[in-house]
Nanobody, 119 residues
Framework: QVQLVESGGGLVQPGGSLRLSCAAS????????MSWYRQTPGKERELVAT???????DYASSVKGRFTISRDSAKNTVYLQMNNLKPEDTAVYYC?????????????WGHGTQVTVSS
């Protein structure tokens, strides 16, 4: 089992910055990938950014150049630095961790943190 706890959300003005953190704990050997998703009411959850154990990063086109995902493997923590925030970035942001156990892939989700971009 893996527990994920997100933090760092809040209210910020357009053009501002926020840094989200997600700490993983529990019984596991290593996490393969960690991702940030976001969701607004009435819409499907969408992938924002992913970072793999080898360091490869991937971003949604809507955040590329503004958001940066990073990972501290020693602390099992993933970060999302969000710059130049726009009102359309307003959403609940969820952290996801993926890991393999006996060749089976498992996903674990956090409870989410609210990000509101408004003047």
């Amino acid at each position: 089992q893996v527990q994920l706890v997100e933090s760092g959300g809040g209210l910020v003005q357009p053009g501002g910055s926020l840094r989200l953190s997600c700490a993983a704990s529990g019984r596991f050997i290593s996490i393969f990938d960690m991702s940030w998703y976001r969701q607004t009411p009435g819409k499907e959850r969408e992938l924002v950014a992913t970072i793999f154990s080898g360091g490869v990063e991937d971003y949604a086109s809507s955040v590329k150049g503004r958001f940066t995902i990073s990972r501290d493997s020693a602390k099992n923590t993933v970060y999302l630095q969000m710059n130049n925030l726009k009102p359309e970035d307003t959403a609940v942001y969820y952290c996801k961790a993926g890991l393999y156990s006996r060749s089976q892939y498992y996903e674990y989700w956090g409870h989410g943190t609210q990000v509101t971009v408004s003047s």
